[in-house]
């Protein structure tokens, strides 16, 4: 997405309305567990053949742990997870800081200029300049087909032919990003919220976009000062867990800095937290892979978003 090749936080062509700032709750640090001893080599394992980590290619693993789960699809990503216990953290706390991105979300038009494909044919209902312009700035969005079937079209390359001119809402970007927005080619994908790394489906408020050399793709993280904080999925609440799933990637998230997924909303009740700045930090945990919070999102996330 270009706010991200460009560092931005999530972006908008309107203003963002002024926001309350959320009164954050005082949540226990967890205690990390102690390094123990290296267990003793572990029995074999039937192998399973996957294209799960690398696309394309057969890769034998160990079976992981069987692990009963009462919930299934998306609904079961803002299933509410219990504290960490003592053995499910890792030790050594990581400090990361973060931002915000969206999915944007537009009813068709009976007339406009449509999103194309790889192949430079239309392959969305028509959009406003203005929607236009601002998927090919967001990098995604989420369009309503004519019988109200959701689809996300996520952004491919720049080498379409020129569509329409976006210069008067990328304002004093530079030119060779403006001319690359006029040529942006997208791809249709199931999921309405789109599709990060290893097409896993993103989830607002659960996905965050990494740098893989910090934090790997597939890891879960416990945030302390996240957890007991209210958001809304529509007009449902929810009270956030605190464990999040490193599941995208960002051409600006480099270090410690994280970019957390809001949805289909650039609003989100945690601006206190992910400040857009490397001067609002956070303590994070990395969750063991083999604890239950791990597992349920890791499960959660095994699924092809793509058409």
């Known amino acids: 997405m270009l706010s991200a090749i460009l560092g931005m936080a999530a972006c908008s062509l309107d203003p963002a309305p002024s926001q ?6 005082i949540v226990a640090k967890p205690i990390p567990r102690e390094p123990i001893a290296p267990p003793p080599p572990p029995v074999p394992a039937p192998a399973i053949t996957t294209n799960y980590l690398i696309p394309h ?74 929607q236009w312009c601002n998927i090919a700035l967001q990098g995604s969005a989420s369009i309503a087909s004519p019988d109200g079937e959701q689809h996300a079209y996520v952004f491919i390359d720049s080498k379409g032919p020129e569509q329409t001119d976006c210069d008067d809402y990328l304002g004093n970007l530079p030119d060779n990003i ?17 599709c990060g790394i290893n097409n896993w489906p993103l989830a607002p408020f659960r996905t965050i976009a990494v740098d893989s050399s910090f934090i790997g793709y597939g890891e879960t993280l416990y945030i302390p000062e996240l957890r007991g904080r209210q958001f809304h999925i529509g007009e449902t609440e929810f009270t956030h867990d605190g464990y999040v799933f490193a599941a995208d990637r960002g ?48 499960a959660r996330h095994d699924a092809d978003c793509t058409d």
């Open 57 to 130: 290619a057969n890769i034998e693993l160990p079976a992981p742990p069987q692990i009963a789960l009462d919930h299934s699809g998306r609904e079961a990503m803002f299933i509410a997870l219990d504290e960490p216990g003592l053995d499910d953290l890792l030790p050594d706390p990581v400090t990361i800081w973060g931002t915000t991105y969206y999915t944007p979300h537009y009813e068709p038009l009976e007339d406009g200029i449509a999103l194309i494909g790889l192949d430079d044919q239309p392959i969305s209902p028509p959009l406003s300049r203005k």
């Open 20 to 25: 309350q700032e959320a009164q954050p709750v």
């Open 251 to 298: 051409g600006a998230v480099k270090g410690n800095h994280i970019d957390f997924f809001s949805g289909n909303s650039r609003e989100t009740p945690f601006t206190d937290l992910f400040a857009a700045h490397d001067g609002a930090m956070l303590e994070a945990y990395r969750v063991a892979p083999d604890a239950l919070p791990a597992l349920h999102l890791s």
């Open 178 to 194: 403006k001319r690359a927005t006029r040529r942006a080619r997208f791809r249709r994908i199931r999921d309405a919220y789109g």
